[in-house]
């Protein structure tokens, strides 16, 4: 090659590797972009409503923690809290409870696992409309369960938690960990099949039984999918709304009642625009609460590696 070619080429090669280096940027920035507006930027948007004065439309005069304050002297509100914790720690812990066990059921390498697994996993690809939808029916005490116990004879059969005020939030329990636990039973599967098998045969050859297997060795292991179970479902728990209008509309009264459907009433239906991004800004404050430690603690372990 000449002396003359040589800075030529050079520069093309220049060209081309900051091209290389700039293409994925300029393919993501539109999708970033979006994100910054339409996820952070109506996020802020949420949080300053939730300072002003806001009833129909959204307004710009400002009243401090007015809304919050109103926020946590309404009754509603308290019903509603109090309802997300009953629905999420029972739907967290027997959506582990179950996937676990589920997870083990199929570790044992049985046959048609294939099979299993995909009709365990399938109620997670339904959305939470059909799930709330399916489960209407079926606790409806006029078509459902109850009814078919009539026709079979069982006339004293009674299954009417969806229109008792007592018991309608287990229904809620109900179809949210059916959704889930296959999902859970996913997790802990791959937990179980990560973890190096001459552990375990080290254990046995020691005279470890299966339940001291499991309790002193499997179970510890598979403390990252436990972790990792409960910020998804907990995430999914604090913002449960399409299950409960299609379940049970939040009813009968406000027994169903949880924050997101407080929420999407107080701001579309009440026109109380202020205290309901008041409550939205409290719903995120939830999530954060259990997104933001995992996040870093993950980083920290990514750091020690």
């Known amino acids: 090659m000449s002396a003359e070619a040589m800075p030529a080429a050079a520069s093309r090669a220049d060209l081309r590797g900051r091209l290389q280096d700039w293409l994925p940027r300029l393919v993501l920035s539109p999708s970033v972009a979006a994100m910054l507006v339409f996820v952070y930027g109506f996020i802020a948007y949420s949080v300053f409503l939730s300072f002003t004065g806001s009833k129909m439309l959204p307004s710009y005069d400002w009243v401090g923690f007015d809304n919050y304050r109103r926020l946590f002297g309404l009754s509603a ?12 720690s029972l739907y967290i812990l027997i959506s582990i409870a179950i996937g676990l066990m589920l ?22 690809a339904l959305s939470f409309i059909v799930t709330g939808t399916a489960w209407k029916w079926l606790l409806d005490p006029g078509i459902g369960i109850e009814n078919t116990m009539h026709l079979w004879g069982w006339e004293s059969f009674r299954f009417d938690w969806i229109k008792d ?3 309608a939030i287990y229904t809620l329990v109900i179809a949210a960990v059916w959704q889930s636990s296959g999902f859970v039973m996913a997790m802990f599967l791959a937990g179980l099949r990560g973890i190096d098998n001459e552990i375990l045969k080290a254990a046995q050859i020691d005279g470890a039984s299966n ?9 510890p292991l598979l403390r990252p999918a436990f972790l ?21 509309g939040g009813g009968p ?5 949880l924050p997101a459907t407080f929420m999407y009433s107080y701001t579309f239906t009440r026109n109380q625009m202020g205290v309901g991004a008041a409550s939205a800004v409290i719903m995120l404050m939830g999530v954060a609460s259990v997104i933001v430690p995992y996040i870093y603690a993950e980083m920290r372990q990514g750091e020690e590696r």
Not at 77 to 88: D, E, K, M, P, Q
Not at 103 to 111: G, P, S, V
Not at 253 to 257: I, S
């Open 77 to 88: 509100w308290t019903t509603a809290l109090v309802n997300l914790g009953i629905f999420a």
């Open 228 to 248: 990792s179970a409960f910020v998804i479902l907990a995430h999914l728990a604090i913002k449960s709304y399409d299950l409960v209008i299609a379940l049970t």
């Open 103 to 124: 997870a083990i059921f199929l570790d044992q390498k049985i046959r048609a696992e294939g099979t299993l697994r995909a009709i365990y996993l399938y109620p997670m």
């Open 165 to 167: 005020r007592d018991m």
């Open 211 to 219: 339940l001291s297997l499991y309790r002193r060795i499997v179970i």
């Open 253 to 257: 009264g406000r027994a169903t009642e």
